[in-house]
T-cell receptor, first 117, second 114 residues
């Protein structure tokens, strides 16, 4: 299946700092990528839809100034958690949709565990 | 309002037997359904999918059944293996301009006992 690489897999940072998470589609082009957040023992919550070359679409209740998304190329989307606080500690997962094939299937990265001290 | 529900948070099955995971949805506009498998601290792995124009799709040990009138789908795993132990999420997709975003159920933790 298609491969999506997410980096870093785990990051620990101090409160008030910013953290950037990268999501890359390795063997396909993705005009659309998605960012999810998962709390312990809960389902995946869609945060935003990242569209190549245009602004991201954020879900209700997600602060766009807090979670900056950039999708500058067909294979890379980044999520920056700005001025992180302990309540931002969570598991963040990205996914990418193959623009050319099986458009309904999203392929997920391995996730990033963010711990804010 | 949860549009996709997995009412069983957990399921325990003996190795070699059939595992049946269920999923219900409320939005009749959903036209594509997927099952993902997830291990702790990892991203979900795509397992199998089905279009709303079909009622069954099979791939090896995995079969997904769709009952549109009941707005219900199920994933059958047979025979179940200990390595199948994970959390399974069903997801539904709506073919629209929103990029085919997925709506996930809450997940079912499957435990396959040796």
């Amino acid at each position: 299946g298609a491969v999506v690489s997410q980096h870093p897999s785990w990051v620990i940072c101090k409160s008030g700092t910013s953290v950037k998470i990268e999501c890359r589609s390795l063997d396909f082009q993705a005009t659309t990528m998605f960012w999810y957040r998962q709390f312990p023992k809960q389902s995946l919550m869609l945060m935003a839809t990242s569209n190549e070359g245009s602004k991201a679409t954020y879900e209700q209740g997600v602060e766009k100034d807090k979670f900056l998304i950039n999708h500058a190329s067909l294979t890379l989307s980044t999520l920056t958690v700005t001025s992180a606080h302990p309540e931002d500690s969570s598991f963040y997962i990205c996914s990418a949709r193959d623009s050319g094939f099986a458009k309904n299937i999203q392929y997920f990265g391995a996730g990033t565990r963010l711990s804010v001290l | 309002d949860q549009q996709v529900k997995q009412n069983s948070p957990s399921l325990s099955v003996q190795e070699g037997r059939i595992s049946i995971l269920n999923c219900d949805y409320t939005n009749s506009m959903f036209d594509y359904f997927l099952w993902y498998k997830k291990y702790p601290a990892e991203g979900p792995t795509f397992l199998i999918s089905i279009s709303s124009i079909k009622d069954k799709n099979e791939d090896g040990r995995f079969t997904v059944f769709l009952n549109k009138s009941a707005k219900h789908l199920s994933l059958h795993i047979v025979p179940s293996q200990p390595g199948d132990s994970a959390v399974y999420f069903c997801a539904a997709s709506l073919d629209n301009n929103a990029g085919n975003m997925l709506t996930f159920g809450g997940g079912t933790r499957l435990m396959v006992k040796p």
